[in-house]
């Protein structure tokens, strides 16, 4: 079966308003430009993003924030979006903070099938709060439930028409985890090639995964904080 979508506007079309959206990328590292671009050009509206990140002021998912395209946030670390930060405290938008691991560990037990785990991140603070929590041989834990979305974009280094996938590097990190917790995935990959083309024993994400695919373009690759050394 080929997978391939014509672009990325091809791709955002089939996502309604509404949707839950698994963003990949560590900071601006491996995150799905093409896609973000244009959902963000075609204006889909009341998204619920789960992102480790919200991107920047005036790059990725900060253009949907400024855009007023995201109803709730659910990541792991906001820090670098003003615009964020003001819709946050003046209650423009749902906000649900993770710690990084959980949410690591959340979606990969959407992508496994477990409903919910135990751990003990988070016991005893906000985090906790409404959850069911156990004693385990002496220790507190609480219950985690898996973490789920409608879409994943996810963004790859190469990509095959049957959607097998190889991240680079650090643009691996959440990528391969979203790609398996989501009922639909959308990959862009900065190259296509043809079935057989990938080493089997360095595929990342199985095809079997993904939905759909697109070759992404003009990728920018921003860095958030450049720190250079004096001479």
Same mark, same amino acid.
């Given at each position: 079966?080929?997978?391939?979508?014509?672009?990325?506007?091809? #791709?955002? /079309?089939?996502? $309604?308003?509404?949707? @839950?959206?698994?963003?990949? *990328?560590?900071?601006?590292?491996?995150?799905? &430009?093409?896609?973000?671009?244009?959902?963000?050009?075609?204006?889909?509206?009341?998204?619920?993003?789960?992102?480790n990140n919200a991107g920047?002021?005036?790059?990725?998912?900060?253009?949907?924030?400024?855009?007023?395209?995201?109803?709730?946030?659910?990541?792991?670390?906001?820090?670098?979006?003003?615009?964020?930060?003001?819709?946050?405290?003046?209650?423009?938008?749902?906000?649900?903070?993770?710690?990084?691991?959980?949410?690591?560990?959340?979606?990969r037990a #959407?992508? /496994?099938?477990? $409903?919910?785990?135990? @751990?003990?991140?988070?016991? *005893?603070?906000?985090?906790?709060?409404?959850? &069911?929590?156990?004693?385990?041989?002496?220790?507190?834990?609480?219950?985690?439930?898996?973490?789920?979305?409608?879409?994943?974009?996810?963004?790859?280094?190469?990509?095959?028409?049957?959607?097998?996938?190889?991240?680079?590097?650090?643009?691996?990190?959440?990528?391969?985890?979203?790609?398996?917790?989501?009922?639909?995935?959308?990959?862009?990959?900065?190259?296509?090639?043809?079935?057989?083309?990938?080493?089997?024993?360095?595929?990342?994400?199985?095809?079997?995964?993904?939905?759909?695919?697109?070759?992404?373009?003009?990728?920018?690759?921003?860095?958030?904080?450049?720190?250079?050394?004096?001479?």
């Open positions: 079966m080929n997978k391939v979508l014509r672009d990325a506007e091809e #791709a955002v /079309a089939l996502v $309604p308003d509404g949707a @839950t959206i698994m963003m990949g *990328g560590f900071g601006l590292s491996g995150i799905p &430009e093409n896609l973000l671009a244009a959902l963000h050009k075609r204006g889909t509206r009341d998204l619920t993003l789960i992102s920047t002021d005036h790059f990725g998912i900060g253009l949907l924030l400024k855009a007023r395209q995201v109803r709730k946030m659910i990541a792991t670390y906001v820090g670098e979006n003003k615009e964020f930060e003001r819709q946050f405290l003046q209650k423009e938008i749902e906000v649900e903070l993770v710690p990084q691991g959980t949410f690591s560990e959340r979606m #959407a992508g /496994a099938g477990i $409903p919910a785990f135990y @751990t003990p991140t988070g016991y *005893g603070t906000l985090i906790a709060e409404g959850k &069911e929590t156990k004693v385990f041989d002496g220790r507190h834990f609480v219950m985690e439930r898996a973490l789920h979305a409608d879409f994943a974009f996810v963004k790859a280094w190469k990509g095959d028409s049957v959607g097998n996938l190889v991240y680079r590097r650090t643009a691996r990190n959440f990528n391969p985890i979203m790609a398996t917790a989501a009922r639909f995935t959308i990959a862009e990959v900065e190259h296509l090639v043809r079935p057989g083309e990938l080493d089997p024993d360095l595929v990342h994400t199985p095809g079997i995964y993904v939905k759909r695919l697109l070759k992404g373009s003009n990728y920018l690759k921003q860095i958030e904080k450049r720190t250079v050394r004096d001479g």
